[in-house]
């Protein structure tokens, strides 16, 4: 399905953020999509509770269970997880204390919701674990998936989401809990792990990517790729535009325009079309400046088309198909 090379060949685990209303858990999506082509097998979490993905592919609610939601472009399946905090402790307790029926005991007397609420940090760290044991995960001699595509919080809170582990490890000295933090650290900041921006060209969701991107950094996690979703393809040709902009299009041209094309227009629709085109144009030169703003940051960038019909399956595949076309699958 790849028409160039991917930019992230190595890595295994792909963290999908932005900031809320950006389209992040579409994205994440459509990467996974992309990601499983050449018979891949690609396993899409989401952590959230809203079950985003079970809608996206137009399947059933998820329970705690890994299933099969899509065929790749090139063949290969795209499975899909809803991680659930209580299920994840209850996974937790079982692998490392081998509690079995005393954990789902620990359910009815509420320690689990207490547990997956109250205590600081840790339905961040049962969500992280459980993401860090399906990446590393064997199947036949050989990772059970070939990537694994997280739609994880946004940005406002991805940094401190991603590095629960370390405050973990720092508080747990010895023993089980502080080990497997270590490693999951070491996935999360490994060359391994890459963490996506997802952004609009909008002041606001531009700027808490650079924000976000700053943090990420600052705390030793590895900055993925930047990805504009939902870019408008500009109506009008550079000169009209800068026309449009300083008030300069000619109005008899536009009444022409209208004739030769069989629309029926008076002068109301004339100063109508003129206001909306200086209108269009001034929305591109701010999303001009936005890009700009954006490529201050030195990433890799990837440009997603608005679908006017909405984000079905079908639409979903045609994401896919651009994201490998520039190289981000």
């Not at 402790?89 to 109250?118: H, K, N, P, S, V």
């Not at 933090?181 to 808490?208: C, D, F, G, K, W």
């Not at 009444?255 to 109508?272: E, F, H, M, T, Y």
């Not at 909306?276 to 890799?300: D, F, I």
Request: glycine share 12%; proline share 5%; charged share 20%.
């Amino acid at each position: 399905m790849a028409d160039r090379e991917s930019d992230w060949e190595g890595v295994r685990l792909h963290v999908v953020s932005g900031k809320g209303g950006t389209g992040k858990t579409t994205v994440a999506a459509a990467l996974a999509l992309a990601l499983a082509g050449q018979g891949h097998r690609t396993l899409l979490v989401e952590v959230e509770g809203r079950q985003g993905i079970a809608q996206l592919f137009d399947v059933p609610p998820m329970p705690y269970e890994e299933r099969k939601v899509a065929v790749g472009p090139g063949g290969g399946d795209v499975f899909a997880l809803a991680v659930d905090a209580e299920g994840a402790l209850l996974e937790y307790l079982d692998m490392f204390y081998r509690l079995g029926r005393a954990g789902r005991g620990l359910r009815r007397i509420g320690a689990i919701d207490f547990a997956t609420t109250i205590a600081p940090g840790m339905r961040d760290v049962l969500l992280t674990g459980k993401v860090y044991e399906a990446v590393r995960r064997s199947r036949e001699g050989r990772p059970a998936y070939d990537a694994v595509v997280l739609d994880a919080p946004p940005t406002g809170r991805i940094a401190r989401f991603l590095g629960v582990n370390t405050e973990v490890a720092g508080l747990a000295k010895v023993g089980p809990i502080r080990s497997q933090a270590q490693s999951i650290m070491r996935l999360l900041t490994s060359p391994q792990t890459a963490v996506h921006l997802v952004t609009l060209l909008e002041e606001m969701p531009v700027q808490e990517t650079c924000d976000a991107a700053e943090e990420l950094t600052a705390a030793g996690l590895p900055l993925g790729g930047v990805v504009v979703n939902a870019v408008r393809t500009p109506l009008l040709r550079v000169a009209d535009l800068n026309a449009a902009a300083k008030g300069q299009l000619d109005s008899a041209d536009v009444a022409a325009g209208l004739k030769a094309a069989g629309v029926p227009g008076g002068d109301k629709v004339v100063a109508g079309l003129l206001t909306e085109a200086a209108e269009h144009a001034q929305r591109v030169a701010l999303e001009k400046v936005q890009r700009r703003t954006l490529k201050q940051l030195g990433r890799p960038t990837y440009e997603l088309p608005l679908l006017p019909d909405g984000v079905d399956l079908g639409g979903l595949y045609q994401l896919a198909e651009h994201l490998c076309r520039q190289g981000a699958a």
